[in-house]
């Protein structure tokens, strides 16, 4: 059984942007013409990196999905920062 996990406009409703185990993201968790690049601290947060965290969220669409997906990465890098700033590490289990 397949499940289309994110679709964009473009595509149509009866295309599938995503299914089974062996695909990866497809064009439909990338960036919207016109929508800018998302940097935080001068980094620039890659569109793979977005669209692999944006099938962890569900939403309504595509551009929610990405949204989600962008603040959460945001969110993950400014509080690396900040426990790097405490001199804080991981610990390994």
Known sequence: MKHTLI??????ASQEAF????????????????APPIFVDGVLIP?????AEAQNHGAG????ARAAA??????????LRRAEALNLSPIRM
């Open 7 to 12: 679709q964009s406009a473009a595509e149509g």
């Open 19 to 34: 299914s089974g185990c062996g695909h990866g993201p497809a064009p439909a968790a990338q960036r919207e013409k016109g």
């Open 47 to 51: 569109e793979a990196e977005i669209a």
């Open 61 to 64: 669409s595509a551009a929610e």
């Open 70 to 79: 962008a603040r959460a990465l945001v969110i993950r890098h400014l509080l």
